[in-house]
């Protein structure tokens, strides 16, 4: 069974950057394109972005566009989500997950990280 | 962009039926997924193209499709059922997905 497993949790002051591991058992990074979702506190997910499975090719949510930077590491089976110039708003629980598709028109995302909450305070 | 509009809350008494509805205009050309999530806890997938289960999900929930509008319909909800739920589809335009707002399922 796939299981992905997520870095820490990181305090950051506004500003500055973290970046966040996952790292999958398996082999699916070679064929899988990867996603990364968060989560405020008491709100709902938000799709961030998702990389190809060379890493050749990645594309972001609108909003973050700029600030956000995926890449993977085959050898180490894992894919990284950088997030920089933090604001308090990027305060959020950060998930890895899996795509899955059939036939271009249908999506899912399985498995998932267990999480990694990033709080920005000053 | 595409959004994909969910009812933010509903509630259903213990054993029966609910659906729960994820608009929008991508939904014309792509299917969903479905995903419950309990406080503290990560994401889990319960439905996929529409209407197919993975194992382990049980068969009280299904799924539906017509024109712009996906539901999810919980037959003989449990206690358990009480969760957040998402809808998940692929933006028309762009290389982009999207998430629903979520509905907050209250089992009474």
């Known amino acids: 069974q796939v299981q992905l497993v997520q870095s820490g949790a990181e305090v950051k002051k506004p500003g500055a950057s973290v970046k966040i591991s996952c790292r999958v058992s398996?082999?699916?990074?070679?064929?899988?394109?990867m996603h990364w979702v968060r989560q405020a506190p008491g709100q709902g997910l938000e799709w961030m972005g998702v990389?190809?499975?060379?890493?050749?090719?990645?594309s972001y949510a609108q909003n973050l566009r700029g600030r956000v930077t995926m890449t993977r590491d085959t050898s180490r089976r894992t894919v990284y989500m950088e997030l920089s110039n933090l604001r308090s708003d990027d305060t959020a629980v950060y998930y890895c997950?899996?795509?899955?598709?059939?036939?271009?028109?249908?999506?899912?995302?399985?498995?998932w990280g267990q999480g990694t909450l990033v709080t920005v305070s000053s | 962009s595409s959004e994909l509009t969910q009812v933010p809350a509903v509630s259903v008494t213990l054993g029966q039926t609910v659906r729960i509805t994820c608009q929008g205009d991508?939904?014309?050309?792509?299917?969903v997924s479905w995903y419950h999530q309990r406080p503290g806890q990560a994401p889990v997938f319960v439905i996929y193209?529409?209407?197919n289960r993975p194992s382990g999900i049980p068969d009280r929930f299904s799924g539906s499709h017509s024109g712009n509008t996906a539901s999810l319909t919980i037959t003989g909800a449990q206690a358990e059922d009480e969760a957040d739920y998402y809808c998940?589809?692929?933006?028309?335009?762009?290389?982009?997905?999207?998430f629903g707002g979520g509905t907050k399922l209250a089992v009474l």
């Open positions: 997950a899996r795509d899955n598709s059939a036939a271009e028109t249908s999506w899912w995302l399985d498995p």
């Open positions: 990389i190809n499975p060379s890493g050749s090719w990645a």
């Open positions: 998940f589809s692929r933006d028309t335009n762009s290389n982009h997905w999207v």
């Open positions: 398996g082999n699916i990074l070679a064929t899988h394109y």
């Open positions: 193209g529409t209407n």
């Open positions: 991508s939904l014309r050309i792509y299917s």
